[in-house]
């Protein structure tokens, strides 16, 4: 069954500091990637995506993604965190198929500490 | 920027009831989405609809949930009767195809 994990449930994280989030998909096939961010009571913004090419994906905010297909890994990096960053952020995988569904990992809650 | 819109941003109910949420997609896109998310629970896909059909629908869409194009603009979700277990945010998206989906912010439906 296709899966998204995100190991981390919570992760506490120094204004500047660097930052990596987990993400491991289990899917039949080579699967579009995606980093979704929600602040309290928003909706979701798309950060960054991945479809094909170069592995190493750019984004919104200075984040950056990259897929590694021997790991089944789609990791989330940002070099120096701004306290502004403090939010959850979801890992998602779907389909080369138009109207098909995204699943979403369970998401990683990010505070920045000062 | 074009962006996707919900209303309302909170919608309270009784159990039993029945509750349509609405959604304006993006104007030039072509499929539309409805996932959920109880409270502290990852987004969970419910539907998505195309040419006025749904072309996919998850274990949860029973037939307690309907989804209709009314109109040019508009996207609902119908649910007939409230459990309190639909408690939750519901979000709508929309894209052209194979792409990202675009989100909106989100209903808040609270059942009592």
């Known amino acids: 069954a296709q899966s998204v994990t995100q190991p981390d449930i919570h992760i506490t994280v120094s204004e500047g500091a660097s930052l990596e989030l987990r993400c491991n998909y289990s899917?039949?096939?080579?699967?579009?990637l995606f980093w979704y961010v929600q602040s309290p009571g928003q909706g979701l913004q798309l950060l960054l995506k991945?479809?094909?090419?170069?592995?190493l994906v750019q984004g919104i905010k200075g984040f950056e993604a990259e897929f590694k297909r021997s790991q089944s890994s789609f990791n989330l990096r940002k070099p120096s965190v701004h306290w502004s960053d403090a939010a959850e952020y979801f890992c998602?995988?779907?389909?080369?198929?138009?109207?098909?569904?995204?699943?979403f990992g369970k998401g990683t809650t990010l505070s920045v500490s000062s | 920027e074009p962006e996707v819109t919900q209303t309302p941003s909170h919608q309270v109910t009784q159990m039993g009831q029945e509750v349509i949420l609405r959604c304006v997609p993006i104007?030039?896109?072509?499929?539309f989405y409805w996932y959920r998310q109880i409270l502290g629970q990852k987004v969970e896909f419910l539907v998505s609809?195309?040419?006025?059909?749904?072309?996919?629908k998850s274990e949860i869409f029973d037939d307690q949930f309907s989804v209709e194009r009314p109109d040019g603009s508009n996207f609902t979700l119908k649910i007939r009767s409230t459990k309190l277990e639909d408690s939750a945010m519901y979000f709508c998206?929309?894209?052209?195809?194979?792409?990202?989906?675009?989100f909106g912010p989100g209903t808040r439906l609270t059942v009592l």
């Open positions: 998602a995988v779907g389909l080369n198929q138009a109207g098909t569904a995204l699943i």
């Open positions: 899917y039949g096939a080579t699967p579009y």
């Open positions: 991945y479809f094909s090419g170069d592995t």
């Open positions: 104007s030039n896109h072509l499929y």
């Open positions: 609809f195309y040419n006025n059909e749904i072309s996919e």
């Open positions: 998206a929309s894209n052209r195809g194979v792409n990202e989906q675009f």
